[in-house]
């Protein structure tokens, strides 16, 4: 089994193509979802699941549902099973913007492939990925990144991740210190309103966690 996750207007021929249904969206014209679900409350079998990909849908989910989403899918796939993650990449966008020698227009385009198309209320972007960030958060969470593809189209540049499931004994309460450790690198500080802050991500994580881990 082959999850398309976010599919949008996109059909991939072998895959369960999963999307909101049209009313859930602003710009699109079309449904080709296979299975009409909100992301956030999918869950599979342990082991079940051979690949995952998604293309410009994973910096839509805050961090610690975005972490809590990569635990659940290291439970769902298959070892070896491959994850394939496609995100804007923030740090080559971010020079753009920043870059004096070319027009408005263009930093403005940067500008909202970082944001996002801010439309609807799901349509902004929560994280700025970069290759190395999340090579090194798919490895944190019992992935081996294998390879990164690079892209370009009309002024926004791209990274896409791949990485397969690694043959390693993690549980919920190991995935659960390993988010918690992520996390703490968004701190200021470890004064005690960052600590509860720190504490209130983790409450989401949590949560996601029990709603999509594996059955």
């Not at 309460?173 to 992520?182: G, L, P, R």
């Given at each position: 089994m082959k999850l398309h996750l976010g599919c949008g207007e996109q059909?991939?021929?072998?895959?369960?193509?999963?999307?909101?249904?049209?009313?859930?969206?602003?710009?699109?014209?079309?449904?080709?979802?296979?299975v009409y679900k909100d992301i956030?409350?999918?869950?599979?079998?342990f082991e079940s699941v051979d690949e995952i990909r998604l293309?410009?849908?994973f910096?839509?989910?805050?961090?610690?549902?975005?972490?809590?989403?990569?635990?659940?899918?290291?439970?769902?796939l298959k070892v070896g099973g491959l994850v394939r993650i496609e995100v804007p990449d923030f740090?080559?966008?971010?020079?753009?913007?920043?870059?004096?020698?070319?027009?408005?227009?263009?930093?403005?385009?940067?500008?909202?492939h970082i944001f996002g198309s801010q439309e609807a209320s799901w349509a902004t972007h929560c994280e700025g990925w970069s290759e190395d960030r999340l090579k090194t958060v798919l490895t944190k969470f019992g992935f081996q990144p294998k390879k990164a593809n690079k892209n370009s189209?009309?002024?926004?540049?791209?990274i896409e991740i791949f990485a397969t499931k690694i043959n390693k004994d993690m549980g919920k309460?190991?995935?659960?210190?390993?988010?918690?450790?992520?996390l703490a690198n968004y701190l200021v500080d470890r004064f005690s309103s960052e600590m509860r802050l720190l504490q209130v991500w983790m409450?989401?994580?949590?949560?996601?966690?029990?709603?999509?881990?594996?059955?």
């Open positions: 059909y991939l021929k072998g895959y369960v193509n999963i999307d909101f249904p049209i009313n859930k969206h602003s710009v699109q014209q079309k449904c080709v979802a296979d956030l409350a999918l869950q599979y079998p293309h410009h849908v910096e839509h989910f805050p961090r610690p549902l975005a972490l809590a989403l990569l635990a659940s899918w290291w439970s769902w740090d080559r966008s971010a020079l753009r913007v920043l870059n004096p020698f070319i027009s408005t227009k263009q930093k403005y385009v940067a500008l909202r189209w009309k002024g926004t540049y791209n309460k190991e995935f659960e210190h390993t988010a918690e450790s992520v409450k989401i994580y949590k949560e996601q966690v029990s709603k999509t881990w594996a059955k």
